[in-house]
Nanobody, 125 residues
Framework: QVQLVESGGGLVQAGGSMKLSCTAS????????MGWFRQAPGKEREFVAR????????YYADSVKGRFTISRDNAKNTVYLQMNDLKSEDTAVYYC??????????????????WGQGTQVTVSS
């Protein structure tokens, strides 16, 4: 089992920045990849970013490429999502997730086994 706790959400003005954190505990050695997803009201959960734990190869959704950066602190078992130039369409609940095995379609949430509880990000225009 892996437990994930997100933090860092809140209210920010459009054009501003915010940094989310996701701290993992439990059997973290089983992690193959970690990702961030988001879900806006009335919409499906969508992929934001992810990296493969061993290689740190990163992937980003086109909608956030160049604005969001995923990073990690191994000593703290924490993954971050730095979000810059935020837009109103970035408003959503943000979730971090862990995949324990390789999954080719990494943009699909079904490939991730463990999820955090989510943190709300609201961007005001």
């Amino acid at each position: 089992q892996v437990q994930l706790v997100e933090s860092g959400g809140g209210l920010v003005q459009a054009g501003g920045s915010m940094k989310l954190s996701c701290t993992a505990s439990g059997r973290t050695s089983s992690t193959y990849a970690m990702g961030w997803f988001r879900q806006a009201p009335g919409k499906e959960r969508e992929f934001v970013a992810r990296f493969v734990w061993r290689t740190f190869i990163t992937y980003y959704a086109d909608s956030v490429k160049g604005r969001f950066t995923i990073s990690r602190d191994n000593a703290k078992n924490t993954v971050y999502l730095q979000m810059n130039d935020l837009k109103s369409e970035d408003t959503a609940v943000y979730y971090c997730a862990v995949a324990t095995v390789y999954y080719s379609d990494y943009e699909k949430s079904t490939g991730y086994r463990y999820w955090g509880q989510g943190t709300q990000v609201t961007v005001s225009s």
